[in-house]
């Protein structure tokens, strides 16, 4: 089944204690993207990347890392969590095919940052 | 901001009845796509359509766009309880790679 997997799917930590967000698809899409939802302010783009090894700033990067080794795989990294990063997060992959504007969602991680 | 926003915030209907969301945006825009949530799970694309597109039909999905107002629609005809969800407008900006930005939601609540 073609699907973008997140893990953990709940996660709650403590100010400082690093912590990373799995993503990977099976699809073999090209572009992936980390979002962050908060209320009232939709979805957000953290980072994305174009390809292997080509990663871009989104709208609200800081205190995330992200890093892009294989294609399948798009890892967010929280090096130094704080509790303003308490949110939804969803990881999305998209092909470079005739529908590579669409993007397929994951099921998203919520992360609670005491 | 560039982001598309939906108006209503909110909107509670019958089922039966039909439901018109819209978004509005500020930038030129390559297209522009429409995503359902269902309460705390991942977005599921609905319906894309680009920027020489007016409108386009998928099932009980009517979207129109209206590039001189830099607006867009979304027609739910016939709405179904099942159909309860946060939907959202995104778009993907002329010159884009494939950047969406989205805006912030409308919750459409049927009631049965």
């Known amino acids: 089944e073609a699907q973008v997997t997140q893990n953990p799917r709940y996660l709650i930590t403590v100010t400082g204690k690093k912590l990373t967000v799995t993503c990977s698809q099976n699809?073999?899409?090209?572009?992936m993207s980390w979002y962050r939802q908060d209320p009232g302010l939709g979805l957000r783009q953290i980072y994305y990347?174009?390809?292997?090894?080509?990663?871009d700033k989104g709208d609200v990067p800081e205190g995330y890392k992200v890093s892009r080794k294989e294609k399948r795989n798009f890892p967010l990294i929280l090096e130094s969590p704080s509790p303003n990063q308490t949110s939804l997060y969803f990881c999305?992959?998209?092909?470079?095919?005739?529908?590579?504007?669409?993007?397929?969602f994951g099921p998203g991680t919520r992360l609670l940052v005491l | 901001s560039q982001q598309g926003e939906e108006d209503p915030q909110a909107l509670s209907i019958q089922e039966g009845e039909n439901a018109t969301m819209n978004c509005s945006y500020k930038?030129?825009?390559?297209?522009l796509q429409w995503y359902r949530q269902n309460s705390g799970r991942g977005l599921v694309h609905l319906i894309l359509?680009?920027?020489?597109?007016r409108e386009k039909h998928s099932g009980r999905l009517r979207v129109t766009l209206d590039t001189s107002k830099k607006s867009s629609s979304l027609l739910i005809t016939a709405s179904r309880a099942a159909d309860t969800a946060s939907y959202f407008c995104?778009?993907?900006?002329?010159?884009?790679?494939?950047?969406?930005?989205f805006g912030s939601g409308t919750q459409l609540t049927v009631l049965p």
């Open positions: 999305a992959s998209s092909s470079s095919g005739q529908t590579k504007e669409t993007q397929y």
């Open positions: 699809m073999n899409h090209e572009y």
């Open positions: 990347s174009m390809n292997v090894e080509v990663t």
């Open positions: 930038t030129s825009i390559n297209n």
């Open positions: 359509i680009r920027s020489n597109e």
């Open positions: 995104a778009i993907i900006l002329s010159g884009s790679a494939r950047q969406l930005t």
